[in-house]
């Protein structure tokens, strides 16, 4: 073989943003070495907005300043795979990287030669006339200066890592890229697995959605560790993803023939598989698919009549139904397909007659459901369907199984949790792990809502106590706890006068002015050293919940906020009512956070409750708030005070000091009671708590 000398020593261009790639820096690093060093290479070709450049004149200029990112040859490979030029056609760049890749594993092509676009071809035709036509179809006559780079790149690549390897690695670049624009949802190999070890083996696989074909590519290395050979057979309406699925199949295919094991060569046709099936009489043992979602033009009106609607026609809505009566057509007897689905799928009112058909006649056999965001790009746990074509002569399945993957004990993986519990079920052995897995009777799904929702039929093990004991004990506590409350509420009669009102009052912005009472508040804070040390504040939530501080900021050593001391008042400067409470002994010490404030009194005239159950009058909002932003801002200052004899204020503020206690002990009861209630309910149903005397 012979190569093309000039065009391999062409020019390739570089954007802004590949530059930065081989640095390993930003774009904006580049947009200013443009501007700081005279000699950077001046644009070759693109727009003022989006320049290119010489490939080569750049890596020399950064070579010779020392920024040359030394990446692997993978990244590099993937570098001019992912600055190729149009960004349209980056998958093409991709196939004819795999195209040549595959060449190299077939033997066909000299360790430092690139074969032309023509010999490629040649090479793949006596492989696979229909490989050969469909590659043909991409390759340019000869090559150009930036496909000449992708290949002299991946040449590179493929002399540190096997040809298939090296495939396998830009094609997850590929996928997971922003910039190749694919929109692939891709399927992660942990749920791959979990659905090839639902669908079990087969001679015959089929996925008539392959996208870049994942799911058949590890369905035939499964089958090539196993020791036995596979037929893959595929369709995808972009040409492209067929293209790449094609090439990675044909990679196993030849692992396969050169470990002498006798295997039928992988098919994919291009086009809609629902409007233009490539595969009719196609029966497979194995349908696997992962299909797009919520298609709204997916042929309804054209397909009414159509013989794949064995179990109903789907709704217009309900392209997924369409997909799962497409994926049980071409199931050969006990054959099995397991296919995604979103979770709207299983309980949408448009879809329950056809649900209830797949469930009634033991097409459908099992739902897991899958954790969220495991998906991406999609953040929602989808659920994962398997069907199998029913025999009219076999016994009726012993029910559905339903599986959450999301209850599962941590540390356990997706294949650990719905293996052993498929298995069982396939053995008829009964299926019953609390909240993670059940297998449900047929009747129990068709109601009039046939929801398949795996959670309906599984409840949550976390609500129901492991120890009956422990709930006895704490409605004991609750009791013991309203006994208490009755304690807190300080003792009253009616009164004969108003001695709190009818007594003369002073003014907190005067007592302020004399030095009686002070006010403290955070100062702004400001950008601390490095030295800077953290402490504790007070939030809030901490002033009305009576709770330690929560809160904790950084500041300067030398720099010291307001410390909490014993006897000091604290309250909120905005909120919907006024709360002013005196600092519990674990406020003690601890530094006001934003939005508090503090007051301090003269303990020899003024007692610490009493001014805080005084301030905490409902009425004083009206007098002290002013609107700030939608909230009430208090200003303490436009209050008053009763002035009353220190003894007075000491019995008065007791009083207020038990009311705090008081409200505080019936905010912890409700939400201990609401629990509680909550606990006793679940544990009566669950069955480890009883009613006394009942029969």
Known sequence: MTTQADPLRGQTTLTASGIARLANVGRAAVSNWRRRYADFPAPVGGTPSSPSFDAREVEHWLLQHGRLHQADAGERAWQHIESYQPAAEMTDALVIAGTYLLVRQQGESAEGVIPDPKQLVGSLRTLDKHLADMVGQVLPSQWTPQLAAVLHAVKQLATEQAPEAAFEYLHNRYVTSASSMSGLAGTPDSVAEVMLALAGAGTEVFDFTSGTGSLLRMAA???????????????????????????????????????????????????????????TDLRADVVVANFPFGIHDWGHDRLAYDPRWAYGLPPRTEPELAWVQHALAHLAPGGTAVVLMPPAAALRPAGRRVRAELVRRGALRAVVALPAGLMPPTGIGLHIWVLTQPDPQAPPTNGLLVIDTTAAPPGRTLLDTVGPAWRAYLSGEPVDEPGVCRTVP?????????????????????????????????????????????DYLPPVQEAQAAPLRAAPHADIADLIRSGSISMLRTASRRQPSRSAVTSSVLTTTDIVSGSPASGSTSRDADDVPPLVQAGDILMPTIGSKVHARVATREQIGAALGPGVQLIRVDKTRFDPWFIAGVLSRTDNLRVAGRASTGSVRIDVKRLAIPVLPLHQQQAYGEAFRKLVAFRTALAEGARAGATLAQEVGDNLFGGSLELPDIE
């Not at 047929?442 to 009039?448: A, H, M, Q, R």
């Not at 093990?461 to 706890?481: H, V």
């Open 442 to 486: 047929v009747i129990e799904t068709l109601d009039d809502q046939v929801d398949l929702t795996p959670q309906r039929y599984l409840p949550r093990t976390g609500t129901i106590s492991a120890d009956p004991d422990e709930i006895i004990r704490r409605i004991r506590d609750f009791e013991r706890l309203l006994d208490e409350l009755r």
């Open 221 to 279: 290395d499964k089958a090539l560790r196993a020791g036995s050979g596979v037929r893959c057979s595929a369709q995808e309406i972009k040409p492209q993803y067929a293209l790449i699925t094609l090439l990675r199949l044909w990679f196993v295919q030849l692992r396969a023939q050169q470990a002498g094991i006798a295997s039928d060569p992988p098919v994919v046709h291009v086009g809609d598989s629902l409007l233009a099936d490539a595969f």
